[in-house]
């Protein structure tokens, strides 16, 4: 099944050939990928609401880009969060090959018995992703999962100031010197000179030690993750930590998007990415913790920032995911990123969804992006 509010349809013939039909609702997700676009064959017959082909520029509209790539169309279809590679092709003096993010001298908290801030997720059988989604969220499978604990929120800014304080740690963020930007007055994604943990939406803005952190890396969560003596969550456990205990259902709260009539987490609401209403009374990032948690008491694993998992990504995993335990792909390119963001919008994205994923190259930072850690149960 293909849901139309993604804006295109896909279709797979039996040799593998894929083919994409785009409609305006995916406009905005092809100015992601502008940098991309210079170097690519124009593909009009896959174009059925644009005429014509027309030649690219940095500051073209989305309007007059008509080129795209056939084979990135497919997996990153409801893809808000482009990699840093996608921005870097549209940067004349990248210096992404510079970075150095080496950290292994770096020291580590003892924290063996601090499970502050966690809450034990018991271990269990659920069904992970779903056949009533995107392709690569099915089908719908057994997973059997150990006990773990995991933190009630995403990381905050002030959490992760206190591990930079330690240890002196500096993100790839700062040493590429910027990172990916989505601004909402030109709505669309930029490169952020500038942006880091800091300075989350670019050179003099400014994060609130409350709100999570942003333009960490999957490197730099990890490297978080040790010091703190956690871990990244697999795939499978974020799922099941964000079900709470229920079966079945489309959102971590129920089926109901709006329960009562109202949004139970930061999402964007509005037609994305022309105008966000902010119903849900944040139009960026919110603080954590600032809607009701789920049934095991985890805030915002749905929207607010998308959360880095251990795994690597691949589109077919679920086909031959083992039961127990499952850790993600053996090899790839691009990590897992679960929950959505206050990007995610009914008309565009929806990746709330609790069988959403989407994914991103271990280097990229965005100002949507973030993490959560878990840490096994010792007996
Ligand atoms: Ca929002
Ligand atoms: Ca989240």
């Not at 409801?78 to 210096?95: K, M, V, W």
Request: proline share 4%.
């Amino acid at each position: 099944m293909i849901r139309k509010e993604y804006g295109f349809v896909v279709r797979t013939s039996r040799a593998g050939d894929k083919t994409i039909e785009i409609t305006p609702m995916n406009k905005q997700r092809l100015a992601i990928r502008i940098g991309r676009v210079f170097r690519l064959t124009c593909l009009v017959a896959l174009l059925t609401t644009w005429q014509g082909c027309q030649s690219a520029s940095p500051s073209s509209t989305v309007e007059n880009v008509a080129q795209v790539e056939n084979n990135t169309m497919h997996d990153e279809a409801c893809q808000t969060t482009p990699n840093r590679e996608t921005l870097a092709a549209n940067a004349s003096n990248s210096n992404a090959s510079d970075a150095n993010v080496s950290v292994d001298t770096l020291p580590r908290m003892n924290q063996s018995a601090n499970t502050n801030g966690m809450v034990l997720i018991p271990g269990g059988m659920f069904q992970m992703g779903t056949n009533d989604g995107m392709p690569y969220e099915a089908p719908m499978h057994e997973v059997v999962l150990k006990s773990f604990y995991i933190d009630a929120t995403e990381v905050t800014v002030a959490e992760f100031a206190r591990f930079v304080e330690a240890t002196g740690y500096v993100t790839e963020a700062e040493r590429f010197g910027w990172s990916g930007v989505f601004d909402v007055k030109q709505a669309t994604w930029t490169r952020g000179d500038g942006a880091t943990w800091r300075t989350p939406d670019g050179a003099g803005s400014t994060a609130k030690p409350n709100e999570p952190v942003t333009q960490v890396s999957w490197n730099d969560a990890g490297e978080y993750a040790k010091w703190a003596g956690k871990r990244l969550p697999s795939e499978a456990e974020f799922e099941y930590a964000a079900r709470g205990g229920l079966k079945g259902k489309e959102y971590a709260w129920g089926d109901e998007l709006r329960p009562q009539g109202k949004p139970v987490a930061n999402w964007w609401q509005g037609t994305f990415p022309a105008r966000n209403t902010g119903e849900d009374g944040f139009i960026g990032r919110a603080q954590v913790g600032g809607f009701a948690a789920n049934g095991y008491g985890l805030y915002d694993v749905a929207g607010n920032v998308w959360e880095w998992t251990a795994d690597w990504y691949a589109d077919d995993y679920y086909q031959t995911s083992p039961r127990d335990n499952p850790t993600g792909a053996s090899v790839g390119t691009e990590r897992v990123i679960r929950g959505g963001s206050w990007l995610c919008a009914e008309n565009y994205c929806t990746n709330y969804r609790v069988a959403g994923r989407s994914h991103a190259t271990p280097d990229s930072g965005l100002n949507n992006l973030g993490f959560r850690c878990v840490r096994d149960v010792i007996r």
